[in-house]
């Protein structure tokens, strides 16, 4: 399985060209880089010209911006992200002319019958525990293929053929796209209320997860979180070998010894009462300190001696727009988080104040789709208590139709009515919060940019002017 593993495809497919409806997503673009390595000629398409899109374009892919019929006749296979509806006219004429159409994960899960694969699942750390693990085995010398949702900063991109054994990625849950997955090794780092557009209620989300960590083979195994109230209620529901980890006593894998800095995380792994391995992370946050239990889980489970999962673990870089440091401009230090559910809000905010537990703090959230802030809207009250100073945004659509009576202001009503002692504001313009920023900032003020739509151009503004 090693140099023709993935690269004899191309020949078994007997397709050239592949064009990607959506390909600015973060796993869309990931996918398009893994198959113009193996050399198909790929294309796509997208609203908006982005980052991703230009460095897509560097890489020697065409990127077409707006959707026409026009863009897939020459295709001999479409495939399409979970944010493209079915009125698509690319989706719609390339069904009409008889060209194969197939959604991401269902090309994702044949790239992985071919490899030994690792997906990283649950409603949060999917994109970091599946960077660590992909670390963990780029140091150990193993080559993998890694595809995931966001730039590892060492790697500087989110996706690498590899000649080794190992494919890592993601696993999507937010559609049930992660069903047409079949790893040989699950993990689920945790289940919280998410996506209910596509779940009809917790009970359903938990089933799904259920359904992903039995499609493991007889060989493999998953892992879980032990602390997690939610894997804990379906655990015993697992066919297959399961691994746990958490503080937990009943973890196979308990996490002891958790010290907190300023600059670092360092933590204790315990494997029946003996200790396995200290780590020590400059990624900040208890959330991490899971994040990179489930990624030394793994590494240890696959063989990875422990002095090379330790080295890997206390090196990693971090991920793009994960506590992303941005830069300085007259004293005042800028990030960006990717965090815009209001549990990762939480926990980034509480990893920013163990960074600056003296500095004042300014949090910028841009809610993210219509239907997220219909469903979670009063949860997200309560969730900005590290921040000093709050500014609400209007909604990223995210391609969804507007809900009426939805709007960011239902986010910053559940604000107030929590933290009626800070500074809070709603804008529907970044224009509005550039200049509330711009009067009110100073020197040793830490800014942080929050969201999964845009809202990072907000950061990268200040930084420019």
């Known amino acids: 399985m090693k140099k023709s593993s993935l690269t004899f495809v191309k020949k078994r497919w007997q397709i050239k060209k592949i064009h990607l409806i959506g390909i600015g997503g973060s796993g869309m673009s990931g996918l398009a880089l893994v198959l113009k390595n193996l050399g ?125 054994d190992y494919l890592v990625c993601e696993a999507d849950e937010s559609d049930k796209s992660f069903l047409m997955l079949f790893p040989t090794v699950a993990v689920v780092t945790n289940i919280e209320p998410e996506h209910l557009d596509h779940y009809a209620d917790l009970t359903s989300l938990k089933n799904a997860f259920l359904e992903f960590l039995n499609k493991v083979p007889f060989f493999g195994f998953c892992v879980i979180n032990e602390d997690d109230n939610n894997l804990k209620e379906i655990k015993n529901l697992i066919k297959r070998k399961v691994l746990s980890f958490g503080f937990s006593n009943e973890a196979d894998y308990q996490i002891k010894n958790v010290k907190l800095h300023k600059d670092f995380s360092f933590f204790e792994i315990f494997k029946e009462n003996k200790k396995l391995i200290s780590i020590k992370i400059s990624l900040l946050g208890i959330h991490n300190v899971f994040n990179a239990a489930a990624a030394a889980v793994v ?32 004293g005042v230090i800028f990030y960006d988080d990717y965090a815009h559910h209001p549990t990762e809000i939480k926990m980034t905010l509480k990893a920013l104040r163990q960074k600056y537990p003296t500095n004042r703090i300014f949090a910028i959230f841009q809610p993210h789709r219509y239907t997220r802030t219909f469903y979670l809207w009063e949860s997200f009250g309560g969730v900005f208590m590290e921040a000093d100073i709050i500014v609400i945004t209007d909604i990223y659509p995210a391609n969804e139709a507007p809900i009426p009576g939805v709007s960011g202001k239902l986010i910053y009503e559940a604000v107030i009515s929590k933290e009626k002692d800070k500074e809070i504001y709603y804008f529907e313009t970044f224009e509005e919060i ?17 969201g999964a739509g845009n809202i990072k151009e907000l950061c990268e503004k200040f930084l420019k002017k």
Request: aromatic share 4%; charged share 25%.
């Open 40 to 164: 198909f000629e790929i294309s796509g398409s997208d609203i908006n010209k982005t980052a991703l899109t230009e460095f897509l374009h560097k890489k020697g892919i065409k990127v077409y911006y707006g959707h026409s019929e026009k863009n897939v006749k020459n295709a001999e296979l479409v495939i399409y992200s979970s944010a493209i509806p079915p009125s698509n006219p690319e989706l719609v004429c390339a069904k009409n002319l008889g060209i194969p159409v197939i959604p991401r994960a269902e090309m994702l899960g044949e790239l992985m019958r071919i490899k030994y694969s690792i997906a990283v699942s649950g409603t949060h750390g999917k994109t970091t525990t599946t960077s660590l693990i992909a670390h963990i085995l780029e140091l150990a010398k193993k080559d993998p293929t890694v595809i995931i949702g966001g730039r590892i900063l060492s790697m500087n991109s989110g996706a690498k053929l590899g000649k080794g």
């Open 299 to 330: 590494a240890c489970e696959l063989g990875i001696k422990k002095t090379k999962i330790k080295k890997a673990l206390e090196n990693f870089e971090g991920i793009e727009r994960r506590l992303e440091k941005k830069g300085e401009k007259n």
């Open 434 to 450: 550039f200049r509330l920023i711009t009067k009110k900032a100073q020197r040793g003020d830490v800014i942080i940019t929050l």
